[in-house]
C-alpha cells in the first residue's frame, strides 16, 4: 500500500508539472507570436530594478510582464493554495542564494525561463551552454549539500494567517496593478499591453502548477538521492517539447501579431562569462531551490517573506556583476583594432535585455512601443569604433559613452555582452 500510495503520488506530480510545463511553452510561444520578443524572468525582475535605480531607461515590456506574473501569483493563491510552500525558510540561505543567482543570471544573461524554455528551442549554442553550466552546477552541489542542510531545506513552522503574509499578499496586488498602469500609460498600444499581460499571467500559472514555486520541489529533484523526485524533469520537457515544435512555424510569419517586427538575440559568440555566469547560478539555484520567476509568483504564498529577502540578495548580486561586467569585463584593448570595435558595437547586447539571450529595444519612450531594433548609421559606428579603439578604457557599448538613438548625448548607462 506506502508504494501504491508513492507511485500515485509521484503519476499525480509527473502529471502536473506536464501540465505546468505545457502552460509555460504555450506562454512562451505565445508571446513570440504576439509580441515578438524571447521570454526571460531574470531580466524581467532585474531591469524594473536598474530602471528604478536610474541606471538605464524604462522598458514598459519589463515592467508589464513583472506586474502580470506578480498578478497571476496572487490569484493562484487564492485559487490554487496547495501549489505553495506552507511556511519560511532561513534568511542567510535566502539572501546569499539570491546574490549568487542575481551574479551568475547577469554575467551569464539568463535563467532557466530563455536559456532553457527559449534558447534551446532556437537552436542556440550560448542557451544550450549556460544551461549545461547550471544544470550540472545544480545537481552535483544539490547533491553534495543534501546530507548537511536536508533538514534546512524543509519549510519552517507556517506563518499566521495574519500579517505579514495576508499584508504581504495585499501589497502584491497593489503593486502589480501599479507596475501594470505604468507600463501600459507608457506603451498606449492596447494590444501590446493585453498581449504581455495574457503571456505573463499564463506563465505565472504555468510556474505555480508545475510545482516550480515550491523550493522543496527543487531541492528534490536536484539533490539526486534515494527519494529523487524526477517530476520537475517533465516540466523542462514538455515546456521545450512545445516550443520545439511551434516556434519554427511563428518564424515563418512575416511579423508578430502585436508588434511591427521580431526582435530577437543577436549574440552568437561563446564567452567565458556565460559558463561561470551559468556556475554561479547553479550554486546559488542548489542553495536556495529558487530562481527568478518563482521568486516573483512566489512573494504571494505563505513563504512570500522569504520570497522578498531572496529578492534583496538577487538585486544585490545584480548590481556586483553589473559594476564588475562594466568596470572589468568590457574594457577596451590598447591593441583592438578599429573594426575591432565596430565588431563589438554590431553585436552589442544590453544586460538589462540580454536575459536568457534575449535582446529587446529599450528605447520605448522615445521610438513608440513595439518598434524594430535600431541599427547605427555607419557614419556613428565609425565614430563609437574609433574612441573605443583608440581609448583603451573605453567601453564598446556606443550607450555607455553617451550615444543615444538619436545621436550624441546622455546613455542609460547599461552593461553589454
Not at 516540466?235 to 530577437?264: E, Q
Not at 529558487?290 to 534583496?312: D, H, Q
Request: charged share 10%; proline share 5%; with cysteine.
Amino acid at each position: 500500500v506506502p508504494f501504491e500510495a508513492m507511485s500515485s503520488s509521484l503519476l499525480t506530480s509527473i502529471g502536473m508539472a506536464s501540465l505546468g510545463g505545457t502552460i509555460l511553452g504555450l506562454s512562451t510561444c505565445a508571446y513570440l507570436a504576439l509580441v515578438g520578443k524571447v521570454s526571460g524572468c531574470s531580466g524581467t525582475l532585474r531591469g524594473p530594478y536598474l530602471q528604478l535605480t536610474c541606471q538605464t531607461n524604462s522598458n514598459a515590456y519589463h515592467i508589464v510582464y513583472l506586474g502580470g506574473l506578480m498578478l497571476g501569483g496572487a490569484i493562484m493563491q487564492y485559487c490554487y493554495p496547495q501549489g505553495y510552500e506552507d511556511g519560511g525558510y532561513r534568511a542567510d540561505l535566502m539572501i546569499f542564494s539570491g546574490i549568487l543567482v542575481g551574479i551568475g543570471t547577469t554575467l551569464g544573461h539568463g535563467c532557466t525561463s530563455g536559456h532553457g524554455l527559449c534558447g534551446l528551442a532556437r537552436w542556440s549554442k550560448r542557451s544550450l551552454v549556460a544551461v549545461c553550466s547550471f544544470f550540472m552546477t545544480g545537481v552535483v552541489v544539490a547533491s553534495a549539500l543534501y546530507p548537511a542542510l536536508k533538514s534546512e531545506w524543509e519549510p519552517q513552522s507556517p506563518p499566521s494567517a495574519t500579517a505579514p503574509h495576508v499584508s504581504l499578499l495585499y501589497a502584491v496586488f497593489g503593486v502589480s496593478f501599479v507596475f501594470i498602469s505604468y507600463g501600459a500609460y507608457i506603451l498606449k498600444e492596447l494590444a501590446i499591453i493585453a498581449s504581455i499581460l495574457l503571456c505573463s499571467l499564463a506563465f505565472a500559472i504555468g510556474l505555480v502548477l508545475s510545482g516550480m514555486v515550491k523550493p522543496t520541489k527543487v531541492h528534490g529533484f536536484l539533490a539526486i538521492n534515494k527519494n529523487w523526485d524526477p517530476s520537475l524533469l517533465f516540466v523542462f520537457f514538455s515546456g521545450l517539447t512545445v516550443n520545439l515544435i511551434l516556434w519554427p512555424f511563428i518564424m515563418k510569419k512575416a511579423r508578430p501579431a502585436a508588434c511591427p517586427a521580431f526582435d530577437l538575440p543577436q549574440a552568437t559568440e561563446i564567452k567565458a562569462e556565460l559558463v561561470y555566469g551559468g556556475v554561479i547560478f547553479g550554486l546559488g539555484w542548489a542553495l536556495g531551490g529558487v530562481c527568478p520567476g518563482p521568486s516573483i509568483v512566489g512573494l504571494s504564498g505563505e513563504y512570500g517573506m522569504s520570497m522578498l529577502i531572496w529578492m534583496g540578495g538577487f538585486f544585490i548580486g545584480a548590481q556586483v556583476a553589473v559594476v564588475v561586467q562594466k568596470n572589468w569585463l568590457l574594457r577596451g584593448s590598447k591593441s583592438g583594432t578599429e573594426e575591432d570595435a565596430m565588431q563589438s558595437v554590431r553585436h552589442t547586447d544590453v544586460i538589462v535585455d540580454c536575459d536568457d539571450d534575449a535582446k529587446d529595444n529599450h528605447e520605448t519612450k522615445s521610438l513608440g512601443a513595439g518598434s524594430p531594433p535600431v541599427e547605427h548609421s555607419p557614419a556613428m559606428l565609425k565614430k563609437i569604433a574609433t574612441v573605443c579603439a583608440d581609448e583603451p578604457n573605453a567601453s564598446a557599448n556606443p550607450l555607455d559613452i553617451g550615444v543615444s538613438h538619436g545621436g550624441v548625448g546622455k546613455g542609460h548607462n547599461p552593461v553589454v555582452d
